[in-house]
């Protein structure tokens, strides 16, 4: 069976991620795990190297501080191409991602994905716990990107994914710009604008039930200004292969 890592970034996390660990090491698809820690002042880290003591499909990678998202995955998947992992999956440290449906994105995958999003959008809206306002957010910034790049994917902010080895190897890491929820957009933008097959499967988003969201002003004007640099790249060049489906 090919091997499966599942990155989970990690910022004052200590109360999701021993059940979050639980979850995943139960899945009926075996999976390994990096936690992506950033210093995290609540002990986070620490109670990670706790688990992965225990735990030997449990990674660890530390950073010095707390420098966004997208340079949290990008370290995650450095990791897991150095460390010969087949599948490498995203996902929030906070349950608002169903780990039940990683088997779903990894079979999409080994189906002939090359970038499988876990989608709230596709096929309809499937939001649990969400104020009006964070929705149409979200949902406007959808419809923003689509209108701007002609990228064809109903949930182009998700960061629930799969992504194969060969998809990583050639979205060429070290030149990724973006950090927030802009980074997500400009992953599937490279793949898109490079033919690689992009799926979306179906899932329930749920708003976490502890902590809080990082959501913030400057990431949401980092992705409004990034849809415009995507447009200026692709120079409405569009993909034949991007696939659109409504599940597997």
Known sequence: ????????????????????????????????????????????????????????????????????????????????????????????????????DIPRLIEAAEQGADCVIGSRYVGGIRIINWPLPRLMLSKCAAIYVLYITGMPIADPTGGFKCFTRRALEVLKLDEIQSNGYSFQIELNHRLWRGGYKVVEVPIIFTERAQGHSKMSKHIVFEALVMVWKLWFQNGLRRSPRVAHTLGL
């Open 1 to 100: 069976m090919k091997k499966a890592l599942v990155v989970v970034p990690t910022y004052n996390e200590r109360e999701n991620l021993p059940p979050l660990l639980q979850r995943l090491l139960s899945l009926s698809r075996p999976v390994e795990v990096l936690v992506v820690d950033d210093n995290s002042p609540d002990g986070t880290g620490k109670l990670a190297d706790e688990l992965a003591a225990k735990h030997h499909q449990v990674h660890v990678l530390h950073r010095q501080q707390k420098v966004g998202l997208g340079r949290a995955y990008i370290a995650g998947f450095t990791w897991a191409l150095e460390h010969g992992y087949d599948y490498v999956l995203e996902m929030d440290a906070d349950f608002s991602h169903n780990p039940d």
